[in-house]
């Protein structure tokens, strides 16, 4: 069955220090990977996604991922976080032979401080 | 470009009634999907359109809820006999075809008491 783990539900870095959020992913066949941030309320905004080719991908805001096959990982990372980052991450699983229906983690709360 | 947009952005509605959503999905899009998210949770999949067509229906969606795109544009989610456990937030999102990536609508965070 197709899945998506988050491990940490909360992370605090501080501000201009690296962040990386981790993503691990179950699936049966080649998967499109995505990350998505949400701020209160809100809805999801992409960040990036991962289709196939160079596995590491770079996406809006200044953040990158990368693909690992060998792990079932898809993890964000940011070199230097701002305080306008503090939001909901989640980290989504899909491919074109479900349906193209996401499988979403429970999501990492980003806190950040001055 | 517009992107999806929802509506109401709020409900608070009595259980036992009825509440109907809509979504307006980017203008090209053939894909439109519904999702629910509670608190402290990933969005999860409910249904989604191929244009008119509703080509699946997740075990979440139980016989009180209902899902039309009549012309291949908007969309309207039912749910019928409201219950406190039907509280969400409900997502719209809409993608260009199979395979690629969804974008979401604010959400109609529906409050049942």
């Known amino acids: 069955a197709q899945s998506v783990t988050q491990p940490d539900i909360h992370i605090t870095v501080s501000e201009g220090a690296s962040l990386e959020l981790r993503c691990n992913y179950s699936?049966?066949?080649?998967?499109?990977l995505f990350w998505y941030v949400q701020s209160p309320g809100q809805g999801l905004q992409l960040l990036l996604k991962y289709f196939s080719g160079d596995t590491l991908v770079q996406g809006i805001k200044g953040f990158e991922a990368e693909f690992k096959r060998s792990q079932s990982s898809f993890n964000l990372r940011k070199p230097s976080v701002h305080w306008s980052d503090a939001a909901e991450y989640f980290c989504?699983?899909?491919?074109?032979?479900?349906?193209?229906?996401?499988?979403f983690g429970t999501g990492t709360s980003l806190t950040v401080i001055p | 470009d517009t992107g999806v947009s929802q509506d109401p952005r709020h409900k608070i509605t009595k259980r036992g009634q009825n509440v109907t959503f809509r979504c307006d999905p980017i203008?090209?899009?053939?894909?439109l999907y519904w999702y629910r998210q509670t608190l402290g949770q990933g969005p999860e999949f409910l249904t989604y359109f191929q244009n008119e067509a509703q080509l699946e229906k997740s075990r979440l969606l139980s016989d009180r809820f209902s899902a039309e795109r009549p012309k291949g544009s908007f969309s309207t989610l039912e749910i019928q006999r409201t219950e406190q456990g039907d509280s969400a937030m409900y997502l719209c999102?809409?993608?260009?075809?199979?395979?690629?990536?969804?974008?979401f609508g604010p959400g109609t965070r529906l409050t049942v008491t």
């Open positions: 989504a699983v899909g491919a074109s032979n479900t349906g193209n229906q996401f499988y």
């Open positions: 999102a809409s993608s260009l075809l199979a395979g690629y990536e969804q974008y």
């Open positions: 203008s090209e899009h053939n894909r």
């Open positions: 699936y049966g066949a080649t998967p499109y």
